[in-house]
Every structure is written in C-alpha cells, then in structure tokens.
C-alpha cells in the first residue's frame, strides 16, 4: 500500500519503561539502532499493526503493555536514495506513533518471536537521546513523534 505521495503507511513505536527509558533496539546485522516500526498491511488499523508488529519484532503480547497514546496525525519521512533500492519502490514512509508502557518484565522481550527477526539486541535508554542517535534522515520524524508524545510519558510515568 502506497498512497498517492508515494509514502508507506508505516507505525512506529516508542516503548518505555517505569522509570521513563525507552525501548532502542539494533537492527540485526547492522550497526543501526532504532525504535520498532512497520508497514500498516491492508485492511489493518495503524493500532492492529502496531500491536502485530510489537509482536514480530520484540515478543510482546497486548497484555503486556498499556497504549499511552499516539500522533494526531501522520509524519511523513524520505528515504534517501541509496536505500530506496533496498527498501522497495516507494518514496518514504508515513507514520502514526504510539507510546506505550510495559506492564511486563524486561524478560518478556523476546527478540526472536518471529522467524526473520528485525532486531539482535536492545537496551533501555534516556527518552530524548534516541535523537542523538537515530540516522539523519529519520531524525525529523523522531523529533516530532518524541515531542508530541512526551506529555503522555510525563502526565502518567508512575502509578
């Protein structure tokens, strides 16, 4: 599913923990760190897709987090074109981001849920340094999603 831009409807996933961290993971076979994310299938919700691609790529199941929330709207990113060969024949992607809290433990997150894993290792880190770290052309996105979810995080860290 491509839209008449040329962008992929895509969700991306901001997971923290108790004490505010997040979820950053490394792209398996690379030397990329990123916050999960994937491709919205047809007649799936960006929530359906979020919750399907949480499980592909890190092993939780809904009940082990609770949605924070999300973006109000899409945010848009290019792909450069060295990547684009790789990454298929469109232009960006489109993304709704979601917050979401692990109820679970640290031990719940399994790496391996899918056959093809997207990720080989992951930690929990300060919620703004992802920006610090995320590749350039992606950079925008995170500062946007980050910036518009933050008072969720911050409204709600501990119960």
């Known amino acids: 599913m491509i839209d008449e831009r040329g962008y992929r409807p895509n969700v991306g996933i901001v997971l923290c923990n108790e004490r505010g961290q997040v979820f950053w993971a490394r792209r398996c076979g690379r030397d990329g760190w990123q916050f999960p994310q994937g491709g919205i299938r047809a007649h799936e919700t960006p929530e359906q897709a979020m919750f399907r691609e949480l499980q592909e790529e890190v092993g939780l199941e809904p009940h082990l987090v609770e949605i924070l929330g999300r973006t109000s709207d899409w945010l848009c990113y290019d792909i450069p074109g060295e990547y684009l060969r790789r990454s298929g024949p ?3 992607q489109k993304q709704v981001w979601f917050l979401l809290r692990l109820l679970g433990r640290d031990d719940d997150v399994r790496l391996d849920a899918s056959h093809k894993p997207e990720f080989d290792d992951w930690r929990w ?34 119960r």
């Open 90 to 92: 469109f232009r960006g």
């Open 125 to 158: 880190i300060d919620y703004w340094s992802a920006i610090e770290h995320i590749i350039d052309f992606k950079r925008d996105v995170y500062q946007r999603a980050l910036t518009e979810l933050e008072p969720l995080l911050s409204s709600r860290k501990t």
